[in-house]
C-alpha cells in the first residue's frame, strides 16, 4: 500500500509540473468545486465514504494554536508510551478486554466523538476487566491523545502485547472513519503526511502480532471488503457496510455515525454480547435507512472458530453497569470553523 501510494504521488507531481508549464490558469467554469457532505436528522445520513471528504482536505483543520506538525509527529512515540501506561491493570486470573479505538479522519469531529464514546463505554459499563485507550486524529485533541496513524497503531498494538496475555485475553479494534471503494480507510490530519490502511494492510498489521482473540470493527463505507482478509479463527469482525455500498451518519452536522449510534449507543447499553448487539444494530440500522430512503448499507458479520466462546467467558465476570449516555464533546474549532462556512 505505501508503495502503490509513493508511486501515484510521484505521478500526480509529473501531472502538476506539466500542467503549471503549458496552462496559466483553467476558465472559471472549470475550476474544481468541493461538494459538502449531505445533512439531515441526527444521526445525520452523509456517507462515509472518503471521496466525500477528499476536496476538503487542506491546512485549516490545523489548530492555529498549539504544537506545529514537526512537535506533534515527534511527541507521537512518547504519547503513545503514556496513553499503554494509563490503562487500569489487568485483573489477574480472568480473561480481560482491550479496546483500540481509532478514529481516522481528522477533518470531521464525528469520528473523534464516536472513538472516545467507545472507550468510555467499555470501560464504565463493562467493569474492571474491559481497558481502553483511544488513537484519533483531531485538531482539539493533537496534544492529549496519540494520532490515529498506521505507525502508531503498529507501536500501540506491540506494547499491548507486553501487558495482556495474548492467547487469553480479548483485542477489540474499532475503526471508524471514511472508506472507498477500494476498502481504504482514510487516514488524515493534515498537514502531516500519513499513510492510509487498506484491507490488506489492517490484516497485515495483525497477522503480525500474538493475539489470538480478536474483535475487530470496521465502521466505514464499503468496509465489507475488509471481511475476506480478517476472517479467521478466533477473530470476531463487524463491518458497517457490506463491500460495495455505503454507510452513513458521517458528516460536519452529525455527532456519531449510524453504525456507531446503533451498535455502541444503543445496543451494547443493553447488551454486553457483541453479536445480539450487532444483530440489533442491524435492525436498527434497516430501518433508519429505510425511513431516510437511503441504498441499504447492510453491515456484515464473521464470527471465527472459538471467538463467541472466549467472549463468553469474559462476559462472565462481567456485570454490566449502567447505561453511559452519548454527550459528544465540544467541537474542535476548526471543524466548528468548516461547519460554520
Same mark, same amino acid.
Given at each position: 500500500?505505501? +508503495?502503490l501510494?509513493t508511486?501515484?504521488l510521484s505521478f &500526480?507531481a509529473g501531472?502538476?509540473?506539466?500542467?503549471?508549464?503549458?496552462?496559466?490558469?483553467?476558465?472559471?467554469?472549470?475550476?474544481?468545486?468541493?461538494v459538502a457532505?449531505?445533512?439531515?436528522?441526527?444521526?445525520?445520513?452523509a456517507?462515509?465514504s472518503?471521496?466525500?471528504?477528499d476536496d476538503n482536505?487542506?491546512?485549516?483543520n490545523?489548530?492555529?494554536?498549539g504544537?506545529?506538525p514537526?512537535q506533534?509527529i515527534y511527541?507521537?512515540?512518547?504519547?503513545? %508510551?503514556?496513553?499503554v501506561s494509563?490503562l487500569s491493570?489487568r485483573?489477574?486470573d480472568?480473561?480481560?478486554?482491550?479496546?483500540v479505538s481509532?478514529?481516522? =479522519?481528522g477533518?470531521?469531529?464525528?469520528?473523534?466523538?464516536?472513538a472516545?464514546y467507545?472507550?468510555q #463505554?467499555?470501560?464504565?459499563?463493562f467493569g474492571?476487566? &474491559?481497558?481502553? #485507550?483511544?488513537l484519533?486524529?483531531n485538531p482539539? +485533541?493533537?496534544?492529549?491523545?496519540p494520532?490515529? %496513524?498506521?505507525?502508531?497503531?503498529?507501536?500501540?498494538?506491540?506494547?499491548?502485547?507486553?501487558?495482556?496475555?495474548? =492467547?487469553?485475553?480479548?483485542?477489540?479494534?474499532?475503526?471508524?472513519?471514511h472508506g472507498?471503494?477500494?476498502?481504504n480507510?482514510?487516514?488524515?490530519? =493534515?498537514?502531516?503526511?500519513?499513510d492510509?490502511?487498506?484491507?490488506?494492510?489492517?490484516?497485515?498489521?495483525?497477522?503480525?502480532?500474538?493475539?489470538?482473540w480478536?474483535v475487530?470493527v470496521?465502521?466505514?463505507?464499503?468496509?465489507?471488503?475488509?471481511?475476506? @482478509?480478517?476472517r479467521?479463527?478466533?477473530?470476531?469482525?463487524?463491518? &458497517? &457496510?457490506?463491500?460495495?455500498?455505503?454507510s452513513?451518519g458521517?458528516?460536519?452536522?452529525?455527532?456519531? +455515525?449510524y453504525?456507531g449510534k446503533?451498535?455502541?449507543?444503543?445496543?451494547?447499553?443493553k447488551t454486553?454480547?457483541?453479536?445480539?448487539a450487532?444483530q440489533?444494530?442491524?435492525?436498527d440500522?434497516?430501518s433508519w435507512?429505510?425511513q @431516510?430512503?437511503?441504498?441499504?448499507?447492510?453491515?456484515?458479520?464473521?464470527v471465527g472458530a472459538?471467538?463467541?466462546?472466549?467472549?463468553?467467558?469474559w462476559?462472565?465476570?462481567?456485570t454490566?453497569?449502567p447505561?453511559?449516555?452519548?454527550?459528544?464533546?465540544?467541537?474542535?474549532?476548526?471543524n466548528?470553523?468548516?461547519?460554520?462556512?
Amino acid at each position: 500500500m505505501r +508503495t502503490l501510494l509513493t508511486a501515484l504521488l510521484s505521478f &500526480a507531481a509529473g501531472v502538476l509540473v506539466m500542467l503549471l508549464v503549458t496552462c496559466h490558469r483553467l476558465p472559471s467554469n472549470q475550476e474544481a468545486q468541493g461538494v459538502a457532505p449531505s445533512s439531515s436528522a441526527s444521526p445525520a445520513p452523509a456517507s462515509s465514504s472518503s471521496s466525500d471528504t477528499d476536496d476538503n482536505n487542506d491546512n485549516d483543520n490545523w489548530p492555529s494554536q498549539g504544537p506545529s506538525p514537526e512537535q506533534v509527529i515527534y511527541s507521537q512515540p512518547n504519547m503513545v %508510551s503514556q496513553a499503554v501506561s494509563k490503562l487500569s491493570p489487568r485483573v489477574a486470573d480472568k480473561t480481560n478486554l482491550y479496546l483500540v479505538s481509532f478514529a481516522g =479522519d481528522g477533518g470531521e469531529d464525528v469520528f473523534r466523538n464516536e472513538a472516545e464514546y467507545a472507550a468510555q #463505554l467499555f470501560t464504565r459499563r463493562f467493569g474492571p476487566t &474491559a481497558h481502553a #485507550l483511544v488513537l484519533e486524529n483531531n485538531p482539539a +485533541t493533537l496534544q492529549s491523545h496519540p494520532l490515529a %496513524s498506521w505507525s502508531n497503531l503498529e507501536a500501540t498494538l506491540d506494547q499491548l502485547a507486553t501487558v495482556m496475555k495474548p =492467547d487469553q485475553d480479548i483485542l477489540v479494534l474499532y475503526m471508524t472513519s471514511h472508506g472507498d471503494e477500494d476498502h481504504n480507510l482514510l487516514v488524515d490530519m =493534515d498537514p502531516l503526511p500519513l499513510d492510509q490502511i487498506g484491507t490488506p494492510d489492517l490484516a497485515g498489521i495483525l497477522k503480525k502480532r500474538p493475539f489470538k482473540w480478536k474483535v475487530v470493527v470496521v465502521n466505514a463505507c464499503y468496509s465489507g471488503g475488509f471481511v475476506p @482478509d480478517l476472517r479467521g479463527a478466533g477473530t470476531l469482525v463487524l463491518t &458497517a &457496510a457490506r463491500t460495495d455500498r455505503s454507510s452513513f451518519g458521517c458528516g460536519s452536522d452529525s455527532d456519531i +455515525t449510524y453504525f456507531g449510534k446503533a451498535w455502541l449507543v444503543d445496543a451494547l447499553n443493553k447488551t454486553d454480547d457483541f453479536v445480539d448487539a450487532f444483530q440489533l444494530a442491524r435492525h436498527d440500522i434497516a430501518s433508519w435507512e429505510q425511513q @431516510d430512503k437511503l441504498t441499504p448499507s447492510e453491515p456484515q458479520m464473521d464470527v471465527g472458530a472459538g471467538i463467541a466462546q472466549q467472549l463468553a467467558a469474559w462476559r462472565k465476570e462481567v456485570t454490566p453497569g449502567p447505561a453511559v449516555p452519548f454527550m459528544p464533546p465540544p467541537p474542535s474549532t476548526a471543524n466548528a470553523s468548516a461547519a460554520t462556512q
